[in-house]
């Protein structure tokens, strides 16, 4: 299984998960995205690059095929790895992800306290997010994997029809509320283990 953070955090916040999946005996891969925690803190920076970063660590690991666990960002990261190498992706697992429509910028000072993350990445990933592909229902239609897609619910910032709507253009996806906010896995830490890890590991012998 690999596991793909959302922009700002890094591989440290699936802890909580990565407990629950060790438990059963499940080898997982936690990964820094480009510009986040130990991975290198230069660009160019972008969804597409972070694809490209995700299939190179593949081929590095000789991984031909994983389980993918994408939240947020890396959800979208999830989404293009999928579509553009489906014969990499088995399962994957999309936590409040939707897809991508033009929102009005937002503009964010940089915090004055030390972060884990290069700000400049923030803006980069951000801006392409506002202004998206207009080819993404078109991309997520490719995808290929046993498809789970986890929503937050109400209390989240994304939303969550087009968290439904990208459930239903992904061919076969199922659609779970989880009603946690954005973060599921830190605010329904338990239930999220639950739905995903039943997910992942369907129709094993």
């Known amino acids: 299984m690999l596991l793909l953070h959302a922009t700002g955090e890094t591989s440290e916040s699936w802890m909580h998960f990565l407990s629950r999946w060790g438990r059963r005996g499940g080898v997982a891969y936690a990964l820094d995205l480009r ?115 986890v929503a937050g619910g109400p209390a989240s910032c994304v939303p969550q029809e087009y968290v439904g709507e990208l459930a239903g253009t992904i061919p076969g996806a199922q659609l779970v509320t989880i009603a946690g906010g954005h973060t599921v896995h830190h605010t329904r830490p338990e239930n999220f283990s639950v739905e995903v890890i039943a997910h992942l590991t369907s129709g094993d012998a």
Not at 37 to 59: H, I, K, N
Not at 127 to 149: E, G, M
């Open 35 to 149: 510009g986040h925690g130990r991975s290198v803190w230069s660009g160019p920076y972008g969804l597409e690059t972070f694809a490209e970063d995700v299939l190179g660590f593949l081929d590095a690991m000789e991984l031909p095929v994983v389980d993918l666990v994408g939240h947020s960002v890396g959800g979208l990261v999830g989404c293009l790895v999928a579509a553009r190498a489906p014969e990499r992706v088995r399962k994957l697992v999309l936590e409040d992800v939707g897809v991508p429509y033009p929102r009005e910028p937002v503009v964010m000072g940089k915090p004055t306290v030390p972060l884990d993350f290069d700000w400049d990445m923030v803006d980069r990933v951000r801006a392409q997010i506002d202004n998206p592909d207009s080819r993404w229902a078109a991309w997520v239609a490719q995808i290929q994997a046993d498809t789970l897609v």
